[in-house]
């Protein structure tokens, strides 16, 4: 198991883009500890991935977030395959213009780089995830078809640099995935669970209208809207591969240090205007 989340808002939304990082990266931690990162769409910079080792309580205390930042997509890993030691395993994960993260387990990723005639993109990297960002890399607009080479279970957003301006989110069997719009219709924002997305409704101080992505959807978001949806034949066999929480103790320091660091900004706001 792991947990994702992410947002889009348009470019006068007011929610502070780092405060709805640290949000999602602390209503998604007790779905893995073994690594956490994120990576956001920078007008200049292009993507830009920052990830480290540890859980996400580690994570939110030093992930810094440009206030023009209007996309970004995290993860959370607790790892089934491809050692975290190595970062290129940790997400997000990148591959040629793909740059996604993923939930879930894919089991015929040996066999899709095969068929792909790709070698994996970086030395030593092993996840199983990066078939899905390989075969989005390939597919030349045919997103359907890429995820339907995939045999497993997903729940995965991504980043096309061959699409700026768009994120995209898909749900196949086995992992959930909800979205959520304000009702000023300035913001999406996307997560594992429905409770991520009520902390951040808490956290953030919105009213948020949310609904699950049903299995074999695919959804494009720009800023701060969902502007397409499609469908594709996910893999039925593993609707039933759901896993129990991976790290409970984590979402409660993740929390906990959300608190403090919310509290740390505020000294530091007031000591400004004084």
Same mark, same amino acid.
Request: aromatic content about 6%; overall charge negative; glycine content about 10%.
């Given at each position: ?53 540890? %859980?996400?309580? =580690? $994570?939110? *205390?030093?992930?810094? +977030? ?7 997509? #995290?993860?959370?890993? /607790? ?37 792909? %005639?790709?070698? =994996? $993109?970086? *030395?030593?990297?092993? +996840? ?7 075969? #989005?890399?390939?597919? /030349? ?60 409704? /808490? ?72």
């Amino acid at each position: 198991m792991c947990g994702i989340a992410g947002f889009s808002f348009t470019h006068d939304c007011l929610i502070d883009a780092s405060d709805a990082t640290r949000v999602l990266l602390a209503s998604v931690a007790e779905r893995g500890a073994d690594a956490a990162g994120c990576v956001y769409e920078d007008p200049t910079a292009g993507l830009v991935v920052n990830k480290q080792p540890g %859980g996400a309580s =580690r $994570f939110l *205390e030093v992930v810094k +977030v440009p206030e023009a930042i209007r996309q970004l997509v #995290l993860h959370v890993r /607790d790892f089934t395959k491809g050692r975290p030691s190595l970062m290129a395993n940790n997400h997000p994960i990148r591959h040629g213009d793909v740059v996604g993260v993923h939930n879930g387990k894919i089991s015929n990723d040996d066999a899709v780089f095969l068929e792909l %005639g790709r070698a =994996r $993109f970086e *030395e030593g990297m092993t +996840v199983d995830s990066e078939a899905i960002f390989a075969a #989005l890399d390939d597919a /030349d607009g045919d997103v359907a078809g890429a995820l339907e080479r995939l045999t497993g279970s997903l729940a995965t957003c991504w980043f096309d640099q061959r699409r700026p301006g768009s994120v995209f989110l898909a749900r196949g069997y086995g992992r959930p995935l909800w979205t959520a719009t304000t009702r000023r219709g300035d913001a999406v924002i996307w997560a594992s669970t429905l409770e991520a997305l009520e902390i951040a409704e /808490d956290f953030l101080g919105i009213q948020l209208h949310k609904r699950p992505v049903r299995p074999g959807s695919i959804v494009e978001i720009r800023d701060g809207s969902i502007v397409a949806r499609g469908r594709f034949r996910a893999d039925a066999r593993a609707q039933w591969l759901l896993n129990p929480v991976a790290s409970p103790e984590e979402k409660k320091l993740a929390l906990t240090r959300l608190e403090e660091v919310r509290d740390e900004l505020r000294v530091e706001d007031g000591a400004r205007i004084a």
